[in-house]
């Protein structure tokens, strides 16, 4: 299957002269960041560890506490970005969403809701590897009512495959029955609902539901729920609708109105670069009057903009 990813593997690589070429870009007085950024964005994840690998061989120090020693702000937070493997990078996020002070719960909602079910068990592991800790124990410690109840099945990693005939159309009932035709919500219905079922399958459920309710799932939960349970609720129905449509969203609105969100910006950006930032891109101009590249571009200055428009890959004016 050919990536739908922006960033690709460089053809010629070679890890030592990429790495002397960090290490000159760094030397002495001043930082070369163009020549940091265009490398490092032209090459891929895989690419960028093997650098990492070279560069400690040739010079025996760490890349990352090097670039962090020469960069600075946003522009660094990208950099290291581009420099952690993917599954760590989704660990790390995860783990700095709980044990900052306060949870953010916008990290949780975005990684458990779009990630594969695979992915989800890896990142589980990953963190108890890491952090000797359970993120489900962590998570729920940190998370409460139905909001953390979505979040530990999502944990569980055990959506149902394919799509279960019999089940659409009780599903869609069962949920309408939940939310719109009773007073006060049945939260846990959507919940087990909205958690398990497969996004095949659920995607026949919106249809079955729209015709039953007059509206779409969406109206429903806006108007059903509120707080964290809401925001997760309408990720896992986005992403079971369109995962590069959802992030081609949260893009967007991190991008809208007063102040960029640029933990949100660096890491959908870093995340998907090579998993389906293309579809993100083609969605995004559907959806919004404008494309990712000119959006990205108004809104972000300096090498960090720089950076961004060379991980973006493209203008779909």
Known sequence: MASKGSVKASLNFNATTDAEALYKAMKGLGTDEDTILQLLVDRSNAQRQQIKTAYKTLFGK??????????????????????????????SSLRNAIKGAGTDEKVLVEILASRTPQQVKEIVAAYRKEYDDDLEEDISGDTSG????????????NRQKGIQG???ESDAQVLFKAGEQKFGTDEQ????????????????????????????????IKRETSGGLRDL???????ARSVPAYFAETLYYAMKGAGTDDDTLIRVM???????????RTEFRKLFACSLFSMI?????????????LICGGDDA
Not at 63 to 88: Q, R
Not at 146 to 157: D, P, T
Not at 191 to 209: M, P, Q, W
Not at 233 to 239: F, G, M, R, S, T
């Open 189 to 220: 219905t959507f919940v087990t609902i909205l958690g398990n079922r497969s996004a095949e399958h659920l995607r026949k459920v919106f249809d079955a539901y729209m015709k039953l309710a007059g509206y779409e799932m969406e109206e429903s």
């Open 297 to 309: 571009k108004g809104d972000t200055g300096g090498d960090f903009r720089k950076a961004l428009i």
């Open 270 to 280: 870093v995340s998907r670069s090579e998993v389906d930032l293309l579809d993100i």
């Open 62 to 91: 760490d890349l990352i506490d090097d670039l962090k020693g020469e960069l600075g702000g946003k522009f660094e937070t990208l950099i290291v970005g581009l420099m952690t493997d993917p599954l760590a990078y989704d660990v």
């Open 166 to 168: 019999v089940n659409v």
């Open 146 to 157: 139905h909001f953390k109840r979505l979040l530990v099945i999502l944990l569980q990693a």
């Open 233 to 239: 609720l309408l990720a896992v129905v986005k992403c």
